[in-house]
């Protein structure tokens, strides 16, 4: 079975620019979650999508936003990129039956993409 | 408010040595608590998972863990660390609206 797969896996942007990162999560799981990790902050949840809702969000700006698709397929995007946005985004997903159960903590996660804002 | 506090940022151990990262959660009710590791440029991989079935609860590669109410404490252990340990370590907690809320990191350095 294939994992959790990221793409680009790295990307350098100027600030002001908009970037879109892509995850496709391990076939037949449903929730993917999106997770910045810096040195400072550790690693921060953004948000967790569930059968193309969102299903939970972090406490990140409307410049950070993303979306899932039918085949479960997640993208985030970050537009007005400032320098504090340079980061491994981390996506994870797991195997969580319905929007309404409870999150097992079992996630799976990709290698990551890293941003670097200049 | 439910939280997670990794009480090292970087532990050093021998090679052969034990190996002890420690967490403490603050919670109003018994939590979901798990232990994750990241190794260099690479994603995160669970290790164990404690859902309020046994206290003492055993991952990979030979590390435990064990939950104590009433030290609000739920420490990784392993008896005799390898090389292949040296990564980054994350105490998880799920809070009560659902969230999973990672604690910063304890780097661990095995030492040849």
């Known amino acids: 079975k294939a994992g959790v797969t990221q793409t680009p896996r790295y990307l350098i942007k100027t600030r002001g620019q908009q970037v879109t990162l892509s995850c496709s999560p391990i076939s037949g799981h449903r929730s993917v979650s999106w997770y910045q990790q810096t040195p400072g902050q550790g690693l921060q949840f953004l948000f967790e999508?569930?059968?193309?809702?969102?299903?939970n969000k972090g406490n990140f700006p409307g410049r950070f936003s993303g979306r899932q698709f039918s085949n479960s397929r997640s993208e985030m995007n970050v537009s007005t990129l400032e320098l504090g946005d340079s980061a491994l985004y981390l996506c994870?997903?797991?195997?969580?039956?319905?929007?309404?159960?409870?999150?097992?903590?079992?996630?799976?996660f990709g290698e990551g993409s890293r941003l670097t804002v200049l | 408010a439910q939280s997670v506090t990794q009480l090292d940022s970087h532990v050093s151990v021998s090679e052969g040595t034990p190996v002890l990262l420690r967490c403490n959660y603050s919670s109003s009710y018994s939590p979901s608590l798990f232990w994750y590791v990241q190794h260099p440029n690479k994603g995160l991989q669970l290790l164990l998972k404690y859902t309020s079935a046994a206290t003492l609860v055993k991952g990979i590669n030979g590390f435990e863990a064990e939950f104590k109410k009433s030290e609000t404490s739920f420490h990784l252990t392993k008896p005799s660390a390898h090389m292949s340990d040296a990564a980054e370590y994350f105490c998880v907690v799920i809070m009560k609206d659902d969230k999973i809320i990672f604690g910063k990191g304890t780097r661990l350095h095995i030492l040849p």
């Open positions: 999508y569930f059968s193309e809702t969102q299903r």
């Open positions: 994870a997903s797991s195997p969580l039956v319905s929007s309404g159960g409870a999150n097992t903590g079992e996630l799976f």
